[in-house]
C-alpha cells in the first residue's frame, strides 16, 4: 500500500498518508508545496458538460498549507509494542554477538533488565538474537554477563522515525527523509 509522506509547512515529517486522504488536500488546494518527479495520477469521473474526464496528481512528498500548528517540538519517536522499528534501526543485528537474523530469531534486550528497574525507551534497548539474550545475558547488565555491546543503542530522529515506520518508503521520499539523516544514523547505513 502506497503512502504520501505529508509534511509540514517548514518541511518537517507530519505524518504518512493513506492515498484517499492525500487526494483529499491535494483536491482541495491545500497543499503548499509538493515534491517528487513521478506524482501518481488519479481519474474521476466525467463532467457532464464538457465529457472531459477529472484528473489529479498526487506527489510523493506534499507540504500541507496552513500548516503552523502542526509544528512538533522534537516530540519523542515511540518504541511501541512491535519490534519491526527497533529491529531496522539496528539493521537485524544482534547487539553482542554480530549475528544479522531473521524476525523470528530477534528480540529486544533491556540493557538494563526491566526487572532491574530499567524502562522501556530507545537508549536502553538494543536488538538481541534469542540465545545472546534469554540464554547468556538474562537479567544481567551487559558488564555482569561479560557481553559488551558492539554499537551504543540512541533514539532515532524524526527523520528516521518516518523511515523507519514507513512501509513501502517510495524513491523520493526515501531521498527527501535520508538527506536529513544525521552522520550517526545506522538506519541507512551501508
Known amino acids: 500500500m502506497t503512502q504520501i509522506l505529508a ?5 518537517n515529517p507530519f505524518r504518512w498518508l493513506d492515498i484517499d486522504r492525500a487526494i483529499r488536500y491535494v483536491a482541495t488546494g491545500k497543499v503548499a508545496w509538493s515534491l517528487g518527479a513521478d506524482p501518481m495520477r488519479f481519474f474521476g469521473g466525467t463532467q457532464r458538460a464538457t465529457g472531459l474526464r477529472s484528473e489529479l496528481d498526487v ?3 506534499i507540504a500541507l ?3 503552523e500548528g502542526m509544528v512538533r517540538h522534537a516530540r519523542p519517536i515511540p518504541l511501541g509494542d512491535d519490534n519491526d522499528p527497533l529491529f531496522r534501526r539496528d539493521r537485524h543485528m544482534c547487539a553482542y554477538c554480530g549475528g544479522v537474523f531473521g ?3 530477534l528480540t529486544r534486550d533491556h540493557i538494563m533488565p526491566k526487572a532491574r528497574g530499567g524502562r522501556d525507551v530507545w537508549g536502553n534497548v538494543v536488538t538481541a538474537c534469542r540465545i545472546c539474550n534469554n540464554v547468556r545475558k538474562g537479567c544481567r547488565t551487559p558488564e555482569e554477563a561479560g557481553m559488551p555491546l558492539l554499537f551504543v543503542p540512541y533514539e532515532p530522529c524524526v527523520f528516521e522515525g518516518f523511515l523507519l515506520v514507513g512501509r513501502n518508503v517510495l524513491a ?3 531521498e527527501y527523509l535520508a538527506a536529513r539523516l ?3 544514523s545506522r538506519v541507512l547505513a551501508a
Open 103 to 105: 524476525k523470528r530469531d
Open 65 to 67: 498549507a496552513k500548516s
Open 172 to 174: 523520493d521520499q526515501m
Open 59 to 61: 506527489p510523493p512528498v
Open 182 to 184: 544525521p552522520r550517526h
Open 7 to 11: 509534511l509540514d509547512i517548514a518541511g
